[in-house]
């Protein structure tokens, strides 16, 4: 597919100021250049264009909010006083694969001034003996090349867009401890509760077994006081002849 007709495609029945990432990789250029991309993408933040047989990029539109531009895998020898000049804002550049053999020819990205990352993988310049050296005094600007920066420490994240993830980790976490916080306060004042719900039970047993010691007492005295129940009054001879109604005779004397 010819690089136009994919524009076409990506746009979506959008205007090209609408479009801030366009993304032609693999399609066809006329002739090693690009064609269809205009100053009208002039809100167009990414552009790769990664393996569409380009030789040099002298059409490139200016594009003054573009922050990244993909051309690995391409053809492109020179030529790049022209993203110099018309991509100032650039931070990201990606030229891996690409033939470039001398230092010299990467001096015009010395205009670049907020230039952070620049990828070089597999053009012929990375195999000078003090390559990397050159690089990062040529262009003191850079923080990555090939994704590594001037201590050889490798770089978290390319893009240099991690920071907002990690604010929105923090923001979790404290959000997390505060949510723990608040459930350790609702179980301290069930806890509490409990207590006082157990002491109020305990007072009611310490009443209730009052209660019960006082009753058990009547008890006792009920029975202090009816010391004869349950046994058999003795019987006098008197009570006797009273029940029987006949008095006994009296001793005969002899």
Do not use: W
């Not at 002739?31 to 790769?48: H, Q, V, Y």
């Amino acid at each position: 597919m010819d690089m136009k007709k994919r524009i076409h495609l990506e746009l979506r029945n959008r205007t090209p100021s609408d479009v801030q990432e366009l993304v032609l990789d693999n399609c066809r250029s006329n002739e090693g250049k690009m064609e269809g991309i205009t100053e009208d993408f002039d809100n167009l933040e990414l552009l790769s264009l990664i393996n569409v047989g380009l030789v040099d990029v002298s059409n490139i539109p200016k594009l003054g909010k573009l922050k990244k531009l993909e051309l690995s895998d391409n053809r492109i020898s020179g030529g790049l006083e022209v993203l110099a000049e018309r991509l100032v804002n650039l931070t990201h550049l990606n030229l891996s694969g690409n033939k470039f053999k001398d230092i010299s020819t990467l001096e015009p990205l010395k205009k670049l001034p907020i230039l952070k990352s620049l990828d070089l993988f597999n053009c012929e310049v990375t195999n000078l003996g003090d390559y990397r050296e050159s690089i990062f005094k040529l262009l003191p600007q850079l923080t990555y090349l090939d994704g590594y920066d001037i201590e050889d420490c490798e770089a978290s994240d390319s893009d240099g867009e991690g920071d907002g993830d990690d604010d929105d980790e923090e923001g979790e976490e404290g959000e997390s401890e505060e949510d723990f916080d608040e459930e350790e306060e609702d179980d301290e004042e069930v806890i509490a509760e409990e207590d006082d719900d157990s002491a109020e039970s305990g007072e009611d047993v310490e009443v209730n077994g009052d209660i019960d010691d006082d009753d058990d007492d009547d008890d006792d005295d009920d029975e202090d006081d009816s010391p004869e129940r349950g046994e058999k009054r003795k019987r006098e001879p008197d009570d006797e002849d009273d029940d029987d109604g006949v008095s006994s005779p009296p001793p005969l004397n002899i």
